[in-house]
């Protein structure tokens, strides 16, 4: 497709179990985000890739997060052992090039997906 | 710290009338800024950019903002709002440290009077 996608779109889980949530970037971008928006918050940063490699993991807030890209392109962002605070809007968002890499571009963000642990 | 700061929560403006929404930035360098709209359930659109350059940058949908070193500010401004326009806007930064990360701030909702 043309943009970012999500999936799934929505994901109910309960308390201790294990999620997985999917990010198709936009082809070509070399630079990946994950970002957590909570209901009246603006997105915080999880982690961004350049490439296959976790550049900046600083915002993932604790060892139960864990994302990959293992070939560059698609990623999933893991959650253990998740628990009722991990509800939010998980954003993903693609570049060309790394935001910070000098050049002008830009982040695409996908529609998200909804994470609700009951 | 580096931060990103909205200080207005909420706006109400009428349908006509002129709009600027605030956003100020603590950098240590020359940042680079977006401003972002969220519409309802929708994913978050580009406005606009700042990466360096002209300070006043033209955006989509008749937005602009000025990039106010002076004034650690970059205010997002339409000289006059349609009732589409309602939606939450977001002001977002980054520094020149190849970190790729965005720094963004609490988000303006924007109501627009008929």
């Known amino acids: 497709g043309a943009g970012v996608s999500q999936t799934p779109s929505n994901k109910v889980t309960e308390k201790g179990k294990y999620v997985e949530l999917r990010c198709d970037p936009i082809?070509?971008?070399?630079?990946l985000y994950w970002y957590r928006q909570s209901l009246g918050q603006g997105p915080e940063f999880l982690i961004y890739?350049?490439?296959?490699?976790?550049?900046?993991d600083s915002g993932l807030p604790n060892d139960r997060f864990f994302a990959v890209r293992p070939e560059g392109s698609v990623s999933t962002l893991k959650i253990q052992r998740t628990e009722r605070g991990d509800s939010a809007v998980y954003l993903c968002?693609?570049?060309?090039?790394?935001?910070?890499?000098?050049?002008?571009?830009?982040?695409?963000f996908g529609q998200g997906t909804r994470l609700t642990v009951v | 710290a580096q931060s990103v700061t909205q200080p207005d929560i909420h706006i109400t403006v009428s349908e006509g009338a002129s709009l600027e929404l605030r956003c100020n930035y603590s950098?240590?360098?020359?940042?680079?800024l977006f401003w972002y709209v969220q519409s309802p359930g929708q994913g978050l659109q580009l406005l606009l950019k700042?990466?360096?350059?002209?300070?006043l940058v033209q955006g989509i949908k008749g937005f602009e903002a000025e990039f106010k070193r002076s004034q650690s500010s970059f205010n997002l401004r339409k000289p006059s709002v349609h009732w589409s326009d309602a939606a939450e806007y977001f002001c977002?930064?980054?520094?020149?440290?190849?970190?790729?990360?965005?720094?963004f701030g609490q988000g303006t909702t924007l109501q627009v009077k008929p």
């Open positions: 968002a693609s570049s060309l090039i790394g935001l910070g890499a000098g050049g002008n571009t830009e982040a695409f």
């Open positions: 082809s070509g971008h070399t630079a």
């Open positions: 890739f350049q490439g296959t490699g976790a550049a900046d």
């Open positions: 950098y240590g360098a020359t940042p680079y």
């Open positions: 700042y990466f360096s350059g002209d300070t």
């Open positions: 977002a930064g980054g520094g020149s440290s190849n970190t790729g990360k965005l720094i």
